[in-house]
C-alpha cells in the first residue's frame, strides 16, 4: 500500500488533550491519567478531493494570492493520458518561475498522486520502473 500523502497540522506544542480512547475515564492507554501528553505534530492525509473542491470553487482568490504573495499563477495543464499495467494514469504538468513539476494521479481508482522533479523519472515511471 502506498504511503498516504500527509500534511502537518499546526497545534501549540507540547500539549495535553482529553485522553481520546477512555475521553477522560482513565485506561491503560492514558496510565490511568484520562490524559495525553502531545509532543508531535498531527500529520493528516490530504482531502485532496476537497482541495481540488475548494480551488475549483475559489479559483479567483487562490489566483489571486498566488499572484500577491509570490508573483505568479502557476500553469497547469494536463499532458496526456496513459496506462501502465490496467492502471490508467493522468499526467500533470505544472510549470511556474521556479521550474516544472510534474505529477502522475490515477484516475482509475484513489491512488496518492505522485511527484516527480525531472521528466526522466516520469518516463521511469510510465515504464514501470519503481525506485
Ligand atoms: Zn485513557
Not at 485506561?27 to 500529520?43: E, F, L, R, Y
Not at 489571486?64 to 496513459?82: N, Q, R
Amino acid at each position: 500500500m502506498k504511503k498516504a500523502v500527509t500534511v502537518r497540522f499546526p497545534a501549540p506544542l507540547p500539549a495535553e488533550i482529553p485522553c481520546p480512547i477512555c475521553e477522560g475515564n482513565k485506561c491503560n492507554v492514558c496510565n490511568k491519567s484520562g490524559k495525553i501528553q502531545v509532543t508531535v505534530d498531527a500529520k493528516v492525509p490530504i482531502q485532496r478531493h476537497l482541495i481540488i473542491q475548494y480551488i475549483g470553487e475559489h479559483m479567483n482568490d487562490v489566483a489571486f494570492e498566488l499572484s500577491k504573495h509570490y508573483g505568479l499563477v502557476p500553469d497547469v495543464e494536463t499532458i496526456e493520458m496513459f496506462e501502465i499495467e490496467e492502471k490508467t494514469y493522468e499526467l500533470v504538468k505544472i510549470s511556474s518561475i521556479g521550474g516544472v513539476v510534474w505529477i502522475t494521479n490515477r484516475v482509475d481508482e484513489l491512488e496518492s498522486p505522485r511527484y516527480f522533479k525531472t521528466y526522466a523519472e516520469v518516463l521511469k515511471m510510465k515504464k514501470g520502473i519503481t525506485e
